[in-house]
T-cell receptor, first 112, second 114 residues
Framework: DAGITQSPRHKVTETGTPVTLRCHQTENHRYMYWYRQDPGHGLRLIHYSYGVKDTDKGEVSDGYSVSRSKTEDFLLTLESATSSQTSVYFC???????????FGQGTRLTVV | AQSVTQLGSHVSVSEGALVLLRCNYSSSVPPYLFWYVQYPNQGLQLLLKYTSAATLVKGINGFEAEFKKSETSFHLTKPSAHMSDAAEYFCAVSAKGGSEKLVFGKGMKLTVNP
C-alpha cells in the first residue's frame, strides 16, 4: 500500500446522514485521488488534490466533497448519503515520473 | 482525453491454459498504460506498466503485455494459468508525463478452473 491507509474499512450508514472517509499517507505525496469502484464500471474518479487546500472534481463528483488541510490527510465527505453511493472507495497517490500509483485497501460503504 | 475498453466482464480458463485479457485504449497524447490486479477484498496491485521504453513489458507473477500503437492495444497474457491467478484485472491509461490520474477500464474477472 506504500503508506496509504484508509479508515474506516467498513461502514454502514443511513440515508441522509453525512459520512467522512479518511485517507492517510506517510510518503509526502502531493497528488492524491479518491475513486469509487462499482461492478461493471471499474474505478471512477470522484475528486483529487494537487496540494494542501488545492482540490478539483473528477467525473463522478456530485454529492461528494473533499478537503486537504495537511499533506498527509485527504478526506472524502458524502454530504447527505444516498443508496447510490453504496460502493467501495479507494484512495491513491498520483502517478509521477518516479512514483507508482499506490492504492489504499479500500472502504466498503453501505447506505441503507 | 484518455479512455480504456475492456470488452466483456468475465473470462474463464482452465489451469495451465493461456490467459489473454484484452485492452484497447484511446489517448490524445502518448500514453502510459498499466495493468492492475485486485484479489477479493483487497486494493489494487500493479502488475506491469508501459512507459514508452520496451513495447513488450514483463510484470509480476509471469504476466506480460505488449504495446501495439497501430492497434491501440495493450493485451495482457500469461502462458499458463494458475489457480492463484483468479482475480479481477483492470487496464488503465494515463497521459505521459507529470502527475496524472489513471483512467480505468471496467475490469475483467478471471476464473481459473481446475
Amino acid at each position: 500500500d506504500a503508506g496509504i491507509t484508509q479508515s474506516p474499512r467498513h461502514k454502514v450508514t443511513e440515508t441522509g446522514t453525512p459520512v467522512t472517509l479518511r485517507c492517510h499517507q506517510t510518503e509526502n505525496h502531493r497528488y492524491m485521488y479518491w475513486y469509487r469502484q462499482d461492478p461493471g464500471h471499474g474505478l471512477r474518479l470522484i475528486h483529487y488534490s494537487y496540494g494542501v487546500k488545492d482540490t478539483d472534481k473528477g467525473e463522478v463528483s456530485d454529492g461528494y466533497s473533499v478537503s486537504r488541510s495537511k499533506t498527509e490527510d485527504f478526506l472524502l465527505t458524502l454530504e447527505s448519503a444516498t443508496s447510490s453511493q453504496t460502493s467501495v472507495y479507494f484512495c491513491a497517490n498520483g502517478l509521477t515520473w518516479d512514483t507508482e500509483a499506490f492504492f489504499g485497501q479500500g472502504t466498503r460503504l453501505t447506505v441503507v | 482525453a484518455q479512455s480504456v475498453t475492456q470488452l466483456g466482464s468475465h473470462v474463464s480458463v482452465s489451469e495451465g491454459a493461456l490467459v489473454l485479457l484484452r485492452c484497447n485504449y484511446s489517448s490524445s497524447v502518448p500514453p502510459y498504460l498499466f495493468w492492475y490486479v485486485q484479489y477479493p477484498n483487497q486494493g489494487l496491485q500493479l502488475l506491469l506498466k508501459y512507459t514508452s521504453a520496451a513495447t513488450l513489458v514483463k510484470g509480476i507473477n509471469g504476466f506480460e503485455a505488449e504495446f501495439k500503437k497501430s492497434e491501440t492495444s495493450f493485451h495482457l497474457t500469461k502462458p499458463s494459468a494458475h489457480m492463484s491467478d483468479a482475480a479481477e484485472y483492470f487496464c488503465a491509461v494515463s497521459a505521459k508525463g507529470g502527475s496524472e490520474k489513471l483512467v480505468f477500464g471496467k475490469g475483467m474477472k478471471l476464473t481459473v478452473n481446475p
